[in-house]
């Protein structure tokens, strides 16, 4: 089992920040690709962002030039900088992570953490 530590939502009034960090234990050797889905309530998971080890990355249409997705490889960390946040955005934010282990590749998810925009 692998746990991913998720860290940094809160509550923020519409047009502020937050930044949210994502690890993944030291001992794993091969990550894929990293990244961020989000939940609002009555509302299916939808993808936020993604990137893989080589840094090619996607985005949500709704988060395009607001959102930035960063990866620290020598940690297994990745990071989501969203800024100009919106009510909308109100959401479980869940880190998702594309494993490699004995040839193997398993998607593993964080706990989740509750991002609110609300003023």
């Known amino acids: 089992q692998v746990e991913l530590v998720e860290s940094g939502g809160g509550l923020v009034q519409p047009g502020g920040s937050l930044r949210l960090s994502c690890a993944a234990p030291p001992r794993i050797r091969v990550i894929n690709a990293m990244g961020w889905y989000r939940q609002a309530p009555g509302k299916q998971r939808e993808l936020v962002t993604s990137m893989t080890t080589s840094g090619s990355t996607a985005y949500a249409d709704s988060v395009k030039g607001r959102f930035t997705i960063s990866r620290d490889n020598s940690k297994n960390t990745v990071y989501l900088q969203m800024n100009s946040l919106l009510p909308e955005d109100t959401a479980v934010y869940y880190c998702?992570?594309?494993?490699?282990?004995?040839?193997?590749?398993?998607?593993?998810w964080g706990q989740g953490t509750q991002v609110t925009v609300s003023s």
């Open positions: 998702n992570a594309k494993i490699v282990i004995d040839s193997y590749l398993y998607t593993y």
